[in-house]
């Protein structure tokens, strides 16, 4: 009996281990194993026993008193926490962690192992005797994992499943949940067999399709394992789609779930370590099935215009393709409510814009948007092109003039802001002639920031650009050159009608920037990475949202203009009170401030500060002007500063559009919707990067540097490396 126990010795404090042996450390059912010299604590040797303590023997499997060698003494250290187990002569090894376990045999202490049920401890020793001292040397393999202890990954049996693929599904989360891999032996419709993918371990599963029904039923099991699980972070039965699985849910209540915190999730659950690209096509795949797949959007762009127009009559959506092979090239959207109200209501200002998409097939969104009485945005028009360049600008262009066409009896004469690339200035000149183009003096702050990394500079940039008349602009252009005659010939080579206001012909009301990018951000950004359906239906979704609540708004006013307007209109009565006024006749009028002497007609309804000109609302001389003559200073502002306009500007409604699984079911009777049924785009050709394609620029402290020779180390030429080399060997 002796020989088949685990033998403490008194002295020596040793653990006979017999060669050729495996210790293996599974649950015990009271999560403590303890090993004393007492006799009634005895171990199971050479068996492989479920939820009990294994420890070989360190002889052969004979009965004969013969001495047996012993192993020197090994005390282990076991951290439950963190699942690591150290084997050493004579020492423990520790973190100095209070909450760590030691597992230590001497003479007179017993032998305590806790092993929490939630956790899956597989060692396995591998010894070698030492051919000096014939010491047993130890190394562990160890699984540093979590383990479910839920009765769902249990398998035995007459175990049924709904279908093959149920029973692969089912056994993949339990090879997942108690840390081993799997191989299939063979798989088809009626049979499915699988073993352990370690090497000799006897763990094997078969099962089969009972008849006349799909369910597949577990016939036999050999569910015993004498590998100790896996050795690494990964997993083979860790596929993409059961990334997606693991993670559906909280990509469903968080459709901005990063890879990466994903990663994260499955390491911290699973204890398995993916690659970024997994976790990444595992959450494509799940964002495909809740919003459809990037080529699916394409696909149903033709239908998708016909429920736009159908929903929102008046409306324009239009979806053009490369004749070639059908694949997708442009799209211009503009919906009727947005057309009323900028033509009706609006201020003749557009501002015209583009941001890259970050999708799969990428593109850019071309954006026309106008302003409201108020100064908020006011969007008018979409287009989504593959790329930008000139082609697509002239186009986008001639179907908004197509746009305004349609809708105007008389083209008004608009004021454009962009950033006058060559693409957008043809654009306009070929489509609105009559129109004021204007510099976004966005752009052109930025590009002058990038010259000269000044904030002084930029500011007198901007207060040149605000400058009303050509004396103040002069002044401002001075105080640059005093600072930086770079900077003030840089602002000099641009012509000053393109962006100062001063000089500018067109009526831009104030604004000096289109800033839709800005503006739009903060929602934008999220829809560019969507398919291009979902995109513009998060588009529709905000503006419906924006109409909705500003017309809302607009109605608890009791102001005769917007409370921008209202404000500016306060202030300049404000001002207006200190000023002198001697009338010249019924129209014209001078007004004597401490800033000087302006002159006031006030029925062109102009100034000679040209504030009342430029803003469309009377400044502070125009106001003491016409209190003077007991005039109603609100009926002297433009029209689309009233409250009444704001109000005309939202009043038409955006439209919900159904889910795209009704379309084909709505469009039956229609003949039109039923041919956009049948056309079937393709997604673009190219995976172009997004933007105009960037020029090598030579960084200026380069110039001149005297470029370093390579040497091949192979053929002892120049000019290259070894791994270029192609000399023949």
Known sequence: MANRDSMLGNNNHTLSLGQNQQMILGHNNHNELELGQNHDHELGLGQVVDHDMDLGRCDDEDDDDEQKPECDVHELDLHPQGHELALVDNNIIGDGDEDEEELAISESQELDLTVDHNHEMGIELVHEMDNNDNHLMISPILQQRMIASDTNYELHVGQEFPDVKSCRRALRDTAIALHFEIQTV???KTRFTAKCASEGCPWR????????????????????????GIEHLGHQQASVQWVANSVEQQLRENPNYKPKEILEEIHRVHGIALS??????????????????FEEGYCLLPQYCEQVKRTNPGSIAIVYTNPSDNSF???????????????????????????????????TLLLATGFDGDGSLFPLAFGIVDEENDDNWMWFLSELHNLLEMNTEN????????????????????????????????????????EFNNRNLVNLLWEAAHALTVMEFEAKILETEVISTDAAYWIRRIPARLWATAFFEGTRFGHLTANI????????????????????????????TWFNERRETSM??????????????????????????LRANEAEFEVVSHEGTNIVDIRNRCCLCRGWQLYGLPCAHAVAALLSCRQNVHRFTESCFTVANYRKTYSQTIHPIPDKTLWRE?????????????????????LRPPGRPRKKRVRSEDRGRVKRVVHCSRCNQTGHFRTTCAAPI
């Open 276 to 293: 970024y690209k997994q976790a990444w096509r595992g959450k494509e795949r799940i964002m495909a099935a809740m919003r459809g797949s």
């Open 186 to 188: 063979k798989s088809d």
């Open 329 to 363: 090239q442009r799209l211009f959207i503009s919906f009727q409510a947005s057309i009323y109200g900028f033509v009706n209501a609006c201020r003749p200002l557009l501002g015209l814009d583009r941001t890259y998409l970050k999708s799969k097939y990428l593109g």
């Open 666 to 686: 709505l469009s039956d009777g229609d003949s039109d919707a039923s041919k956009a049924v049948e056309i079937a785009i393709n997604p673009p050709k190219s």
């Open 517 to 544: 990018i800005e503006s739009l951000n903060t929602w934008l950004l999220e829809a560019s990475g969507l398919p291009i359906i979902q995109m513009m239906e998060c588009i529709r979704r905000q503006l419906m």
């Open 411 to 450: 083209m008004p004469r608009l004021t454009i802001l962009s950033d006058r690339q060559k693409g957008v200035v043809d654009g306009v000149e070929a489509n609105f002639p009559t129109a004021f183009h204007g510099f976004c003096m966005r752009h052109l702050s930025d590009s002058f920031s990038k």
């Open 556 to 581: 608890q006013w009791t102001s005769i203009l917007v409370p921008s307007a209202e404000r500016r209109v306060a202030e300049a009565l404000e001002c207006a009170r200190t000023y002198q006024v």
């Open 205 to 228: 599963i078969h099962a089969a399709k009972l008849p006349g029904v799909p369910t597949f039923s577990i016939r036999t099991i050999h569910d015993s394992h004498k590998c100790g």
